[in-house]
T-cell receptor, first 112, second 116 residues
Framework: EDQVTQSPEALRLQEGESSSLNCSYT??????LFWYRQDPGKGPEFLFTLYSAGEEKEKERLKATLTKKESFLHITAPKPEDSATYLCAVQSGSSNTGKLIFGQGTTLQVKP | GAVVSQHPSRVICKSGTSVKIECRSLDFQATTMFWYRQFPKKSLMLMAT?????????EQGVEKDKFLINHASLTLSTLTVTSAHPEDSSFYICSAPRQGHSYEQYFGPGTRLTVT
């Protein structure tokens, strides 16, 4: 069964304190792994797509990496505006609909 | 960039009434759209896959007769919550993959449904 597990569930950082969020997955043929940011009361905002082990993508203070079993979202020198819930999702190659399987998310709070 | 809209953003209705939520892809066509439900401080739960020109595919445990989905065109899908009850109160979000963009899915802003 395809499954996604994110850790930690919640993370509190001081402004400027770098850290990483983890997304472990088991899927029958990974088509893509996706990272989203979700602010309270809003829909998820697309951040990155990763397709194969070893791939990395960056956007401002965020960097996403991928191995065969997990993905990390590294946050360098975070700012209070980075506070949000970060969601990881996978898309299975066996799915002909393209549906996503989501993890439970990591809620990040960055204190000034 | 790709944009998906939802309407309404918030709706309050009385028990027993029906509510329709619209999901539109604004600058691309979507033969498939997805409907999710999200409980407070929880992740997204896929309810159904909306297919343009054919019946929706529902996830296990989702009542087809309660959550009616119609994919009326290549840019519009609707979710109708029929005979709503307080337990249907939730945050409903749709998404659409943009073809030719490597399966990336773009989400709408969500609709907060409150049933009194």
């Amino acid at each position: 069964e395809d499954q996604v597990t994110q850790s930690p569930e919640a993370l509190r950082l001081q402004e400027g304190e770098s850290s990483s969020l983890n997304c472990s997955y088991t899927v029958s043929g990974l088509r893509g792994l996706f990272w989203y940011r979700q602010d309270p009361g809003k829909g998820p905002e697309f951040l990155f797509t990763l397709y194969s082990a070893g791939e990395e993508k960056e956007k401002e203070r965020l960097k996403a990496t991928l191995t065969k079993k997990e993905s990390f979202l590294h946050i360098t020198a975070p700012k209070p505006e980075d506070s949000a819930t970060y969601l990881c999702a996978v898309q299975s190659g066996s799915s002909n609909t393209g549906k996503l399987i989501f993890g439970q998310g990591t809620t990040l709070q960055v204190k000034p | 960039g790709a944009v998906v809209s939802q309407h309404p953003s918030r709706v309050i209705c009385k028990s027993g009434t029906s509510v329709k939520i619209e999901c539109r892809s604004l600058d691309f066509q979507a033969t498939t759209m997805f409907w999710y439900r999200q409980f407070p401080k929880k992740s997204l739960m896929l309810m159904a896959t909306s297919n343009e020109g054919s019946k929706a595919t529902y996830e296990q445990g989702v009542e087809k007769d309660k959550f009616l989905i119609n994919h009326a065109s290549l840019t519009l899908s609707t979710l109708t919550v029929t005979s709503a009850h307080p337990e249907d109160s939730s945050f409903y979000i749709c998404s659409a993959p943009r073809q030719g963009h490597s399966y990336e899915q773009y989400f709408g802003p969500g609709t907060r449904l409150t049933v009194t």
